[in-house]
């Protein structure tokens, strides 16, 4: 259930460091039954006080065709966002520069008429394809999106070939899956070198569940997981999205929402980690809104990402709040 304004606007806090360019790499838009987030309500959370100038929108199956070939499908989602992003610009405030699509990458050589057809869509906005490899063994502590990828989906042999596809038309591979699949992505990731891969979530580490008491557990095999990944030059990350319901830090079931602190304190260590492992020019942080929403509102977020590193260098900081962002999708 989406969480009302009512209960975010309990934690109001100053803007820290106002100032600093942010491009957002991770937002969804979308309608699912009362809930709506659309670009009213993205534009209010990015114009809340931080400096967002621009945002990368990531697919979320909003608004596919009802009918059509399966495969061809995804394109109205392009086209709705190019939609969306035009009405941002009469409305003002931060700019939609980027959409990551979705393409069924299993379909090999053939997901060039997919891709084509966002290309075409996309209004010179179309960046990339997120086809992700979520899955998880039983029992399931969550919803169906712990079915949404096959168990051996990152080692399939027409998958593969379709991130290679991405790689030599000079788009970006995007994907989310839960920290059971960390090890098959970093073997995804060295089978495919030519393609530039941008790994979401931190490998989103689950909390809930069976998983709710072994986070020392996870976290130890976590911090392993990512040091091998990083090892290959052709992965970025997006260093965010774990304020999630599934991440299991429980803020969405509070009275009142995290603030910066309470944030700060249960997530920096995966921050630092990660930025260890890849260094800023490989890092981007990102809000993963509306879904993080769940737990705090998008200014307290973006205060919790800065205190975390307020030790950095300008530079630094700018490499890990726009530079990246900018340079991987090329906005």
Known sequence: MPVPDSWLDQVKEDIIDPDLPIVDPHHHLWTR?????????????????HNVTKTVYMECGSRYRDQGPDHMKP??????????????????GSRIAGIISHADLRMGEDVVEVLEAHE?????????????????????????????GAEDLYDQSDFRTGVK???????????YHYHNRNKDYARLAQAVPDTQFVFNHFGTPVG?????????????????DIAKIAKCDNVVAKIGGLAMPVNGFGWDLCDKPATSDEFVEAQRPYFMHAIECFGV??????????????????HV?????????ADFSEDEKNQLFHGTAERVYNV
């Open 33 to 49: 039954d009362t809930h709506v987030y659309e670009v009213e309500q993205l534009l209010a959370d990015t114009g809340s006080g």
């Open 75 to 92: 394109v109205a989602e392009t086209e709705f966002v190019v939609k969306q992003a035009d009405k941002a610009q009469e409305l003002g």
């Open 120 to 148: 075409a869509a996309g209004n010179g906005l179309f960046r990339g394809i997120r086809h992700a490899g979520a899955w998880m063994e039983e029992p399931f502590p969550f919803g169906k999106s712990a079915r949404d």
């Open 165 to 175: 596809v991405l790689g030599r038309l000079e788009l970006t591979y995007d994907t």
């Open 208 to 224: 809930v569940g069976h998983y709710a008491d072994k986070r020392q557990e996870i976290f130890d095999a976590w911090v392993d």
């Open 281 to 298: 020019e490989r890092c981007m942080m990102e809000s993963n809104f509306p879904v993080d929403r769940n737990s705090l509102s998008y």
């Open 301 to 309: 977020l973006f205060n919790g990402l800065k205190k975390i590193v």
